[in-house]
């Protein structure tokens, strides 16, 4: 499995952002999707996942109701699009894929290489 994930930047507090993350090598129907995120000296937190067989949503309670995932499964993409950023969101995030990730999610099977996000004040 190969991800892609892109969307990244510099975005003031309050602004928005979309990230989006192409898969490959497998079949995407059948994994779960998500995305973590990681700041310096700090473990990897799972921000977001989708599961794949009946499209359960989960959020981190720091997200809920700013920032929404989604996926295309023609295109085998998935999308966090986030919105009323704040200085806590700035982090590496990175797109993961798993068989089944854990509740809560704690790893992944696969991580793509991250895209650094950064809200200034």
């Known amino acids: 499995v190969q991800l892609q994930a892109s969307g990244g930047g510099l975005v003031q507090a309050g602004g928005s952002l979309r990230l989006s993350c192409a898969f490959s090598?497998?079949?995407?129907?059948?994994?779960?999707m998500g995305w973590f995120r990681q700041t310096p000296g700090k473990e990897r937190e799972s921000v977001a996942i989708?599961?794949?067989?009946?499209?359960?949503?989960k959020y981190a309670d720091s997200v809920r109701g700013r920032f929404t995932i989604s996926r295309d499964n023609a295109k085998e993409m998935i999308y966090l699009q986030m919105n009323s950023l704040n200085s806590g969101d700035t982090a590496t995030y990175y797109c993961?894929?798993?068989?089944?990730?854990?509740?809560?999610?704690?790893?992944?099977?696969?991580w793509g290489r991250g895209t650094q996000v950064t809200v200034s004040s």
């Open positions: 993961a894929a798993d068989h089944k990730f854990a509740d809560p999610p704690n790893g992944a099977d696969y």
């Open positions: 090598g497998r079949t995407f129907g059948t994994y779960d």
């Open positions: 989708i599961r794949w067989r009946d499209g359960t949503i």
